[in-house]
């Protein structure tokens, strides 16, 4: 996730300060991503030292208004240009989980991959619930739309890890039976 990148598009419109740029970025990701007021000002300053940003003042509030620059404006629309790199996937817990379990002894991993599944399952059925509220909105409120492109990331997602999980199983009740993998 790309909180640098996320404050200078939400800067973008117009100077913001750090709690207003955390409340917008958590109600453009649809709280998915909870953000820590403390990331938004490092993450600030940081693009302040890199000229992305400056101090624009103060509201009136006397809370301390950032603004993009140009080299700022130039970073967002480069972000937004390339394709976002899929070459060394994040570590992943289940995945590891599978492979420790596949090793120690006493544990039934086929049993493992089915409490995996259960909860995917759950997982999946409340994530299609709120896609359908979300689209159902979507025409009235614009912030519906981004959550809807989120929560239809999540069903995709949600559905790979459950095929992933029958082919992990495949294999292993193979295995148990003698076969190969």
């Known amino acids: 996730m790309s909180i640098r990148h996320g404050l200078l598009a939400l800067l973008e419109p117009g100077p ?12 453009r990701t649809g709280g998915t991503w909870p953000l820590n007021i403390g990331q938004v000002y490092t993450t600030l300053g940081r693009l302040e030292r890199d000229g992305m940003v400056v101090q624009d003042g103060a509201d009136e509030a006397g809370r301390a208004l950032y603004a993009l620059t140009e080299a700022g404006r130039a970073e967002l629309r480069a972000w937004f240009a ?23 002894p006493g544990v039934d991993v086929r049993e493992v991959v089915r409490a995996q599944r259960r909860h995917v399952a759950e997982a999946l059925d409340a994530c299609v619930r ?15 739309m981004a959550r809807l492109l989120l929560l239809e ?18 294999r292993l009740t193979r295995l148990a039976r003698g076969g190969g993998p």
């Open 82 to 104: 390339r394709p976002v790199e899929r070459v060394s996937p994040p570590r992943d817990e289940l995945a590891i989980k599978l492979v420790m379990a596949a090793g120690a």
């Open 153 to 170: 990331q999540r069903v995709f997602h949600a559905e790979a890890e459950s095929r992933w999980l029958d082919i992990c199983e495949a």
């Open 16 to 27: 913001r300060y750090g709690s207003r740029l955390r409340t917008e970025f958590q109600a």
């Open 130 to 144: 709120q896609r359908a509220e979300a689209l159902a909105r979507a025409h009235e409120h614009p912030d519906e």
